[in-house]
């Protein structure tokens, strides 16, 4: 779940790698040196926090910025979803 990624990212990518089988490094978690290989991250403003460390400020971010409009309108359609996934409803 990106929330416990975000808030444990050193604790969630060890049992990540222990899943693939993979050697975990804890320099992992901020190892930026990739990053000149995924395309056109350093040239688009949407992509800048991947050169940022993990943070766990953007949580939440997405439902702060809908209105009491769409919450009500969304809440028909997902509030089951969000309670069986352990996630407050969409009003919250």
Not at 31 to 60: C, E, F, Q
Not at 61 to 72: A, H, I, V, Y
């Amino acid at each position: 779940i990106y929330e416990d990624l975000v808030s444990s990212p050193a604790e969630i990518v060890s049992q990540l790698c222990t899943f693939l089988h993979v050697d975990y490094r804890a320099d992992i978690i901020d190892d930026l040196g990739a990053v000149d290989t995924l395309g056109d991250v350093t040239m688009r403003a949407h992509h800048a926090s991947v050169l940022k460390p993990i943070s766990d400020s953007n949580i939440g971010k997405g439902r702060r910025q809908l209105t009491s409009c769409q919450k009500n309108s969304l809440r028909t359609l997902i509030d089951g979803y969000l309670e069986l996934y352990g996630y407050a409803s969409c009003l919250s």
